[in-house]
């Protein structure tokens, strides 16, 4: 089973990156937010796989740029009624921090915003996910603190702080991705929102 791919990006697609590891390609699926974030062509890129194999598809690797991503995918599919489609449409709107925050507060509006998922669906994600741990950073220590209803999202609060700045939603949900993917999963918000301000060239 392979967990994890280090290599150099050789093609991009709607769905999927070719990554060449050692002049072996492999194909594998990422959702439209992890494609956005890849390094361009003949850049380094490191992806956490998760490997699936079905009896009529054969083997499928799903990539992420965290392991927290992973974690959430594999989470997702424990859910009736999710498959990777769905899981990966879910990640590209709310990113596991984000996600967590939703199921807690059992904001089912913020998960129907993903491509194929109806409000039922969105309903049975947020009460499955609301006590699964989706994130070790400073969101699920919050949780620990104060419960989870009032759990705070990292790069939602950025993505907050940069709309009060008068940035538009759209783009300021890009720099605080390509924020975090250059910070890490664990930066504050203060860190992701100066480094988002950068991408700005603010």
């Excluded at 150099?8 to 959702?31: M, N, P």
């Excluded at 904001?107 to 947020?126: M, S, T, W």
């Amino acid at each position: 089973m392979i967990g994890r791919l280090r290599g150099i990006v050789a093609e991009t697609a709607e769905e999927d990156a070719l990554i060449d590891v050692a002049g072996v390609g492999y194909v594998v699926r990422c959702g439209s937010r992890t494609l956005s974030r890849l390094p361009e062509i003949g850049g380094e890129a490191v992806l956490h796989v998760e490997t699936q194999w079905g009896e009529q598809t054969g083997m499928k690797l799903y990539g992420f740029l965290s392991r927290e991503e992973r974690r959430a995918f594999v989470l997702l599919q424990s859910i009736q009624g999710v498959g990777p489609k769905a899981a990966l449409a879910v990640l590209d709107v709310l990113p596991p921090a984000e996600l967590a925050a939703a199921a807690a507060r059992e904001d089912k509006a913020a998960i129907a915003r993903a491509q194929g998922v109806g409000p039922k669906l969105a309903q049975r994600i947020a009460t499955e996910l609301k006590d699964k741990p989706i994130t070790d950073g400073p969101v699920a220590a919050f949780h620990a603190q104060i419960g989870p209803a009032r759990a705070p999202s990292v790069s939602g609060e950025a993505v907050a702080a940069l709309i009060g700045l008068g940035v538009a939603e759209p783009a300021a949900r890009r720099v605080v991705e390509q924020a975090a993917g250059r910070l890490g999963d664990q930066a504050a918000a203060p860190a992701l929102i100066k480094a988002a301000l950068q991408e700005l060239g603010r």
